[in-house]
């Protein structure tokens, strides 16, 4: 048997092939299942058992040189076609795998096109702002515990630089900059100085909605949440507005859609509740307006503001936000389909 073999060895060295088909035949000539090598496997069932160990060995090898032999001659046939095909080697070769958007641009786009489709316009603005722009503008009082160390991450102290923890930053950009009717998104990044776990990171995304013109009213904000809502989980979402409090609005809300696991019967998801919690709005503050140069008296406006982690994960079930800035392959590429 080993005489078999070191024969097989030698003759494996000394095998050439014209082209691909060649190369091929030789892979199924020996390396397949009906082939040489594979026979002698079949053999070695009747080596002596103290012999095993070393014919064993020899026959990996013999496996091991005749794959990589093989695959040299199919490497060096396809070579030698494609250059004879007059073909671009400096192309980038195939297959070239494809990226996929990341769960939260998948996401951010379809917020942000369900609010286009109604008439809003994109609006971005400056990471790194300065106070005013941040909390000033947007009625937050000087002592207000959102611009503590614990939330804000200061860059610099005087004048106070800030990295954004919210866009209504931008909304304000825009006011000071146009007259209403306004109607934008402001999409974007924002920074806050929370510990890093499972369900909070120190970075997330945002998308905040401002709408300002003669006569908006609570209801056209309810009418347009309950929209977005329903294109957003589909059309039997329903919506339900509780009272809450931010600085910039008057009244203000949290909204709930129905939970869309289990159609608002109560699940492990929503906490048996049958709701979950996705954006906060209300009517701009007449303050806000005001330090913002525009009339309060004349006009009224709504705003809105969602996390696209919290929606990506309501709708794809994302169980750590981590997972959104880890840059794992195997978690992204889930989302090919999605795009
Ligand atoms: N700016 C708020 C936040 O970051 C969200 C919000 C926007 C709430 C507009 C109400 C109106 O949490």
């Known amino acids: 048997m080993l005489g078999k073999i070191k024969e097989l060895l030698e003759e494996i060295s000394h095998l050439q092939a014209a082209n691909a088909e060649e190369a091929e035949?030789?892979?199924?000539?020996?390396?397949?299942?009906?082939?040489?090598?594979?026979?002698?496997?079949?053999e070695f069932r009747t080596v002596p058992a103290e012999m095993k160990k070393e014919v064993g060995m020899k026959i990996n090898e013999l496996k091991n040189s005749a794959l990589e032999k093989i695959n040299q001659l199919k490497d060096a046939a396809q070579?030698?076609?494609?250059?004879?095909?007059?073909?671009?080697?400096?192309?980038?070769?195939?297959?070239?795998?494809?990226?996929?958007?990341?769960?939260?641009?998948?996401?951010?786009?379809?917020?942000?096109?369900?609010?286009?489709?109604?008439?809003?316009?994109?609006?971005e603005g400056p990471e790194v702002e300065d106070d005013w722009h941040v909390?000033?503008?947007?009625?937050?009082?000087?002592?207000?515990?959102?611009?503590?160390?614990?939330?804000?991450?200061?860059?610099?102290?005087?004048?106070?630089?800030?990295?954004?923890?919210?866009?209504?930053?931008?909304?304000?950009?825009?006011?000071?900059?146009?007259?209403?009717?306004?109607?934008?998104?402001?999409?974007?990044?924002?920074?806050?100085?929370?510990?890093?776990?499972?369900?909070?990171?120190?970075?997330?995304?945002?998308v905040e909605g401002l709408y300002i013109d003669k006569n908006v009213s609570f209801t056209d904000l309810k009418q347009i949440l309950l929209l977005f809502a329903q294109e957003m989980f589909g059309p039997d979402t329903q919506i339900r507005l509780r009272p809450s409090y931010f600085p910039f609005t008057e009244p203000s809300a949290e909204m709930d859609i129905s939970c869309h696991l289990c159609g608002g019967k109560g699940c492990s998801f929503c906490k048996h509740t049958g709701w979950v919690e996705i954006l906060g709005c209300g009517m701009v503050d007449p303050a806000v307006l005001e330090a913002n140069g525009i009339d309060s008296k004349q006009y009224t406006g709504y705003a809105f503001g969602m996390g696209v982690e919290r929606i990506t994960n309501l709708k794809y079930q994302v169980k750590d936000l981590r997972m959104f800035s880890e840059n794992d392959k195997r978690f992204l590429q889930e989302f090919t389909a999605a795009n």
């Open 25 to 42: 035949a030789l892979r199924i000539k020996y390396l397949s299942k009906k082939g040489s090598i594979n026979a002698l496997m079949d």
């Open 79 to 123: 070579t030698q076609q494609v250059a004879g095909d007059d073909v671009d080697l400096t192309r980038t070769p195939y297959p070239v795998p494809l990226g996929t958007r990341h769960p939260l641009t998948i996401v951010k786009n379809e917020i942000v096109d369900i609010f286009s489709r109604l008439g809003f316009t994109l609006a």
């Open 135 to 206: 909390y000033s503008s947007m009625n937050f009082a000087d002592d207000h515990p959102a611009r503590d160390m614990q939330d804000t991450f200061f860059v610099e102290a005087k004048p106070e630089i800030v990295l954004r923890s919210h866009t209504s930053s931008v909304q304000a950009r825009v006011m000071e900059t146009s007259q209403p009717p306004i109607r934008v998104i402001c999409p974007g990044r924002v920074y806050r100085n929370e510990a890093i776990s499972a369900r909070a990171h120190c970075f997330f995304h945002q």
